[in-house]
């Protein structure tokens, strides 16, 4: 037979040597020499909790079929971080695997006029995967900083630079774009607007050019509750209702045209606008769940997310597709809302809210989707931050880090290998709070150096313990200061947070 019909038997041949590299592949995932490298599409959505995704949550009062099916078809991690319980500095550490306290950020957030935070020589994710032939997008909220133009007005004759408040739009030339952005830190495509929603320049820059250049004053919104954003310069056909469905359709289109690119894989950093403030669910979000306009915005979010996995499913390319699905830190669900709303727990049971070191501050949903390697339908406690991103991708891509690069990040590949691994992703983790509080957690404890939450919830009382200890494990919702009670646990827990802070790194080398 084979010298009857040669080209016959070659074929079966290869049929055969597919069919088993896709079984070893399937079975064990990047097995040497087999698994091609993935896509990585990770998605962060803004100020969204724990408790607001249905499937983490079985009393949300949302119901989000999209992330539903997402954790069911992955692994959904129950004990995940952001870096900061504020955005600015998470999306600092996301993309640099280090923890932004150790840049020129100490507390607080960036404006949307505000310099560029990440450091000129700083090693990035999108620089880790360009170095691995990945084509490398970011599409979506940026606030990071930009390098706005200057206006010639402030320069003087011999064009040295005058003493002039740079983070005032009067000083910059906002119709032609910004000088250093996301495109001179290793993203070959930027699509993104430069900080939060509510926070002006109201503007699209593609590749740090403006998709509209003409500039009009916008005029701000400060009720309802939620429905707010700040006076400032925009683009005059800027529509903030329009933005969330804009970045799901920009990133749709990314993907297509990187999945007709066959020479190399792609990296999609997609940080959505939402459900961050203003609350603009569209008409066909708008009561649909039980906890008002923010959630239906969540449900919206949720349908774009959708809207991203449906093209990768269409496309026929979801099996080798790595998809991370995470918050940039807890809800804002104030008080007042959880009044009108009180079957509703954005932040699910952990105390607290966005920009507080209590867990409801940090703790973010965390789906990791990779049909290839991880298993369907597993949940684990783990405790991974999201300056872990770096590390990771660096295991899955064969790269190695050097010291210069994610100090502060840690591989969570074997989790994904094989979610039963009980061994430790990281030893322990810093936490940081909105007005800059540290907090430290290393197995079931969790040290905070101050009172109250370091945030907006709670100063704390003068008589209040100068610290803070919790056991996590059986007090997750952080009821009972310990700190009296255990001074040798405080003892090295502060020691041991002080010696990560002041050695610029906690991953070993």
């Given at each position: ?215 009009t004053d916008i005029t701000g919104n400060k009720t309802p509750r939620g429905v707010f954003w ?55 979000h708008k009561g649909r769940t039980k906890a008002g306009i923010y959630g239906d915005f969540v ?211």
């Amino acid at each position: 037979m084979f010298r009857t019909y040669p080209n016959l038997s070659y074929t079966l041949l290869m049929l055969l040597l597919a069919s088993s590299a896709l079984l070893i592949f399937r079975k064990n995932g990047l097995a040497e020499g087999i698994a091609p490298k993935p896509n990585v599409i990770y998605i962060l959505a803004d100020d969204l909790g724990s408790g607001d995704l249905s499937c983490l949550n079985p009393d949300s009062q949302i119901h989000t079929p999209n992330l539903d099916k997402l954790a069911s078809n992955g692994l959904a991690f129950t004990d995940a971080h952001s870096g900061s319980a504020v955005c600015t500095p998470t999306r600092y550490g996301i993309l640099t695997g280090r923890y932004a306290f150790r840049s020129r950020l100490k507390k607080g957030v960036l404006g949307g006029y505000s310099s560029m935070l990440i450091e000129k020589d700083r090693w990035t994710v999108a620089d880790l995967m360009k170095k691995a032939g990945y084509r490398t997008g970011v599409i979506g909220k940026w606030h990071l900083g930009l390098d706005w133009v200057k206006a010639d007005a402030a320069k003087d004759v011999n064009h040295a630079e005058l003493d002039i408040d740079w983070t005032k739009s009067e000083n910059l030339a906002l119709e032609k774009g910004i000088t250093v952005g996301p495109n001179d830190l290793g993203f070959d495509y930027s699509y993104i607007i430069p900080a939060s929603l509510d926070i002006p320049p109201y503007i699209y820059l593609k590749n740090g050019k403006p998709i509209d250049p003409r500039m009009t004053d916008i005029t701000g919104n400060k009720t309802p509750r939620g429905v707010f954003w700040r006076d400032g310069k925009g683009s005059q056909s800027f529509d903030l209702k329009k933005t969330l469905d804009i970045f799901g359709q920009e990133a749709k289109n990314f993907i297509v045209s990187a999945a007709g690119n066959h020479s190399k894989p792609f990296f999609l950093y997609l940080p959505l606008s939402a459900p961050h403030t203003p609350w603009l669910p569209s008409e066909a979000h708008k009561g649909r769940t039980k906890a008002g306009i923010y959630g239906d915005f969540v449900h919206h979010t949720d349908a774009v997310v959708g809207a991203v996995m449906h093209t990768l499913d269409s496309l026929g390319i979801s099996e080798n597709t790595l998809v991370i699905f995470t918050s940039d830190n807890g809800a804002d669900w104030k008080p007042g809302d959880k009044e009108i709303y009180p079957a509703h727990q954005a932040n699910y049971i952990y105390r607290g809210e966005k920009s507080d070191i209590w867990e409801g501050g940090h703790r973010v949903p965390f789906i990791v989707r990779w049909p290839a390697v991880v298993k369907e339908g597993s949940k684990v406690n783990q405790t991974i931050c999201l300056t872990d991103l770096m590390a990771t991708l660096a295991s899955v891509t064969g790269q190695k880090l050097d010291r210069n690069a994610g100090q502060d990040s840690f591989s969570f590949l074997p989790v994904l290998r094989n979610a039963s691994d009980t061994t430790p992703v990281r030893p322990s983790i810093i936490h940081h709070s909105i007005d800059g509080m540290f907090a430290i957690r290393r197995g079931k404890w969790k040290f905070i150096d101050g009172k109250g939450s370091g945030g907006w919830s709670s100063k704390g009382q003068a008589s209040d313990p100068e610290g803070q200890l919790y056991d996590i494990y059986n007090d997750p919702q952080e009821t009972s200061n310990l700190f009296a009670k255990q001074p040798e646990i405080v003892k090295e827990l502060k020691a041991l947070l002080e010696k990560q802070k002041s050695q610029g790194y906690t991953r070993p080398f």
